[in-house]
């Protein structure tokens, strides 16, 4: 069983690799989201991984959420 911890960081890096995808492919008009192989080849699952944990490991005091609401303001 994943803790909630894992499940957390898991759907984090999820969603910033998608971010980066995104970001990389706006010029093509492709507004679909991505699979996870194509994430996984393209290298943005493992850049992802990077944020992530340098989020965390910002994140002493606090939720990722919480981190993540701070980044935004």
């Not at 992802?48 to 005091?61: G, L, V, Y």
Request: aromatic fraction near 10%; charged fraction near 35%.
């Amino acid at each position: 069983m994943i803790s909630p911890f894992w499940r957390e960081v898991r759907r984090l890096i999820h969603e910033i690799a998608v971010d980066l995808w995104m970001f990389e492919h706006r010029e093509l008009g492709v507004f679909n989201r991505p699979e996870e192989c194509e994430l996984r080849e393209g290298g943005y699952l493992s850049r992802a991984k990077t944020i992530a944990f340098s989020r965390i490991s910002k994140a002493k005091n606090g939720t990722l959420r919480d981190t993540e609401k701070n980044e935004a303001t």
